[in-house]
């Protein structure tokens, strides 16, 4: 695989002269590539109106990779396919790479101009669209031909894109004998063909396992980074946007509910939805059930507290700050990462004293710890003590009630002899425990810094 042949602007051999209303000098200007003002989208259907884009403002600058997450019909591919007016907007106004393609009274992008602005924008599927009819090199050089570049410089292009995606041996094959992983590939090359700044891409990985989903981000990584294109990239995997995205936005019916760098969303996630997101690819909170079994164990006060950082490289570090207030911290669950290449993570700590134990802990001190904790940017969620347990508020976004009030106390209770089965919720994952080889905060004042446990971590 190479990478520099690609170049981003080789451009068709065209002598028409830049359309009329074409504002956008793309070397010297710092207007985000996509800008959205209080566009809505409706569509009426004849048992009702579905608001699939309702009041959404947003930019998506020059260079970066954008994600757009949200659950199914939030809105997600109407949103994006207003950005190549593939969908009309009824109403805000849009401006993509430095043309109106809607105005804020009304005027929309001439036919012309949107010609020429799709061909600046690249996109691909989950289904990957391909022509099953022609060849791989076909299918890369078809939009090259629309574009109406001379037969002997398609031939290279399309063989360079190849070359770029890592398929110069499968020129010849037709999709049909490719991988969905490869189809994937066919498809980027070909949405490259035409130099796009600009590249959509819808569920572009759904259709893949896990291991194929990560070589495709990586390609995608790599398009973005060596080629300087832009990607808005729609999923409804948290996993997929903390791979490679720079920010992201979180839909909800139809509206945009969050939106942010990708270390600060995750670092103070603001709404429910976001935080379900989260849950589901860090998996590194505990649930309910496995805070009644870590109560079960250790007898003592039990937090949690998100590991931020603090500035650089440097993660909070519990035990130190622990150690101001004459207290210890064990680490007995959770796991720390990366998140945009910057450490973050989840554990929970059993609180003591120095010098003395945990059924001993000085009640002012705790409080100062977390104060402490809090003003570093950390999270902290107190969980109690078995005798005297507290919620985790994100339980209530995280994870259905099951029969009983809910909380972890009425939980414990149920659990206790004599009060039916001792197993847990059973809608639990398996318990995310430090790993053993791991260095852990304690009370030896060793750092929090451990390594990652989760599946998500160590796989994607
Ligand atoms: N052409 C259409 N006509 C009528 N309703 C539509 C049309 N396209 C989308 N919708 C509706 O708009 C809402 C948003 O759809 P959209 O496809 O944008 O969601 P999405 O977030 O991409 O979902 P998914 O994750 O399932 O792809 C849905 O309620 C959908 O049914
Ligand atoms: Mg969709």
């Known amino acids: 695989m190479s990478t520099p042949t690609v170049d981003r602007a080789p451009g068709p051999p065209s002598s028409e002269a830049p359309a009329a209303g074409r504002h956008t000098d793309e070397a010297t200007t710092a207007e985000p590539i996509v800008r959205f003002d209080h566009v809505h989208k409706t569509f009426h259907t004849k048992l009702s109106d579905v608001h699939a884009v309702d009041d959404v403002s947003l930019t998506v600058e020059s260079g970066e990779v954008f994600g757009v997450i949200g659950y199914s019909g939030a809105g997600k591919s109407t949103l994006v396919?207003?950005?190549n007016a593939l969908e009309m907007a009824d109403e805000g106004e849009i401006v993509v790479n430095g043309v109106t393609v809607l105005s804020g009274d009304g005027r929309r992008i001439s036919e012309k101009e949107l010609r020429r602005l799709r061909g600046e924008i690249g996109m691909i599927f989950q289904q990957f669209n391909l022509f099953s009819a022609k060849t791989v090199e076909a299918n890369v050089d078809y939009p090259l031909r629309l574009a109406g570049w001379p037969k002997e410089k398609r031939r290279t292009r399309a063989l360079d894109l190849l070359d770029f995606v890592g398929l110069?041996?499968?020129?010849?094959?037709?999709?049909?004998?490719?991988?969905?992983?490869?189809?994937?590939?066919?498809?980027?090359?070909?949405?490259?063909?035409?130099?796009p700044r600009l590249l959509l891409a819808d569920e572009a990985t759904s259709a893949l396992d896990p291991?194929?989903?990560?070589?495709?981000?990586?390609?995608?990584?790599?398009?973005?980074?060596?080629?300087?294109?832009t990607i808005v990239l729609i999923t409804h995997e948290m996993s997929v946007v903390r791979h490679i995205c720079d920010r992201v936005a979180v839909m909800e019916g139809g509206h945009v509910v969050e939106t942010g760098?990708?270390?600060?969303?995750?670092?103070?996630?603001?709404?429910?939805?976001?935080?379900?997101?989260?849950?589901?690819?860090?998996?590194?909170?505990?649930?309910?059930?496995?805070?009644?079994?870590?109560?079960?164990?250790?007898?003592g006060r039990l937090a949690i507290a998100s590991i931020v950082d603090t500035g650089g490289e440097t993660a909070v570090n519990l035990a130190s700050v622990a150690a101001h207030q004459g207290l210890t911290t064990d680490v007995v669950h959770g796991s720390i990462g990366e998140v945009s290449g910057?450490?973050?993570?989840?554990?929970?700590?059993?609180?003591?004293?120095?010098?003395?134990?945990?059924?001993?802990?000085?009640?002012?001190a705790v409080e100062a710890f977390f104060a402490e904790l809090r003003s570093l940017g950390s999270e902290v969620t107190d969980l109690g003590t078995a005798d005297a347990p507290l919620d985790d508020p994100r339980w209530a976004d995280t994870e259905p009630l099951t029969g009983d009030d809910g909380s972890l106390k009425s939980l414990l209770a149920s659990r206790r002899p004599g009060a039916g089965e001792a197993g847990g919720d059973g809608l639990?994952?398996?318990?995310?425990?430090?790993?053993?080889?791991?260095?852990?905060?304690?009370?030896?004042?060793?750092?929090?810094d451990i390594s990652p446990t989760t599946d998500e971590e160590a796989g994607r």
């Open 81 to 83: 396919r207003l950005i």
């Open 168 to 195: 110069s041996d499968k020129a010849g094959a037709y999709p049909s004998q490719l991988s969905g992983g490869q189809k994937q590939r066919v498809g980027i090359a070909r949405a490259l063909a035409a130099s």
């Open 211 to 229: 291991e194929t989903t990560r070589d495709v981000l990586d390609l995608l990584r790599r398009v973005n980074r060596e080629l300087g294109v």
């Open 261 to 299: 760098p990708v270390y600060d969303v995750f670092a103070h996630p603001r709404r429910g939805i976001t935080r379900r997101f989260i849950q589901a690819t860090l998996r590194d909170r505990p649930r309910r059930a496995t805070a009644a079994r870590l109560h079960d164990r250790h007898p």
């Open 342 to 364: 910057r450490p973050f993570g989840n554990v929970v700590v059993e609180i003591g004293s120095v010098g003395g134990n945990t059924g001993t802990v000085d009640e002012g």
């Open 428 to 448: 639990d994952e398996p318990p995310l425990e430090v790993s053993p080889t791991a260095p852990t905060s304690s009370s030896n004042g060793s750092s929090a």
